[in-house]
């Protein structure tokens, strides 16, 4: 149900180097040079979930080409998982750690280098559609990021900003729903970086606590009474709607039958 930023110690540091297929693929990727720390860079076809960690997955795919894999993996995933897309060149880069049941951390040394090179990253990550119960009910609450989820969104905003850096990063999960953006506005970055080594941390301390509650299934039966007719697409819209302010925002972009 979430996302976990894991710092881990970086090995060897060298540009891509793997079999001439893959070198070949990544040509068409408007020359694009990954990174690479110890694990060997595998092209496939499709997105798709990789627990075992013994090699780093890459998909060129157009970013609705890629979310219809991620909906795909909806309904037979195990685990989940967590990729950087790469708008300017079209390229998915699988960026998730120790999937379990329950959540996917992030390969932040990786993605630090990723973050450092590309101007505009677009991070996905899903909830499996076993997370869900059918019809209108509290579980709808899951379509949303969990209180992990936005920790790293706001971590990586800090990141951005501490580094002085210009990257366009955005921040979305995929569900048998739709899909959530989620991410800091340039005022909550530049407010939650200064108030960084600020004890009490007010702003992202508020939005945790926020998320929490309003995911609760407290509030989700509390607006289900309060509004009985309403779809799981409003009820989806009315939760980004509480969640999102000047310091942070969160859009819901529902499937289109």
Not at 118 to 128: D, E, I, N, S
Request: charged share 20%; aromatic share 8%; proline share 5%.
């Amino acid at each position: 149900m979430s996302t976990r930023l894991v710092f881990a110690c970086a090995a060897a540091l060298s540009l891509l180097g793997q079999s001439a297929n893959a070198q070949a693929q990544i040509a068409l990727a408007n020359g694009a040079a990954l990174p690479q720390i110890s694990r060997p860079l595998i092209v496939d076809r499709t997105l798709a979930t990789n627990d075992q960690n013994a090699a780093r997955h890459i998909t060129l795919a157009g970013e609705d080409e890629g979310i219809a894999h991620i909906r795909r993996l909806l309904g037979t995933s195990t685990v989940e998982e967590q990729w950087a897309f790469l708008p300017d060149q079209r390229m998915w880069i699988e960026i998730g750690v120790g999937e379990d049941k329950a959540q996917v951390e992030t390969d932040v040394e990786y993605l630090k280098l990723i973050l450092f090179g590309a101007p505009r990253v677009h991070l996905y990550h899903f909830h499996p559609a076993r997370y869900f119960e059918p019809g209108v009910n509290a579980s709808l609450a899951l379509a949303l990021p969990s209180p992990a989820d936005v920790e790293s969104s706001v971590k990586i905003a800090m990141l951005m900003e501490e580094a002085n850096l210009a990257t366009d990063v955005r921040n979305y999960v995929v569900s048998p729903h739709g899909v959530v953006e989620y991410e800091p506005t340039s005022i909550g970055s530049a407010r939650m970086h200064a108030e960084a080594t600020h004890p009490r941390a007010f702003v992202a301390r508020d939005l945790l606590t926020l998320v929490t509650l309003r995911r609760s299934a407290f509030n989700l039966e509390r607006m289900l009474d309060a509004t009985p007719n309403a779809s799981a697409t409003e009820i989806i819209h009315e939760l980004c709607s509480q969640l999102s302010s000047e310091f942070y925002r969160m859009e819901f972009y529902p499937n289109v039958s």
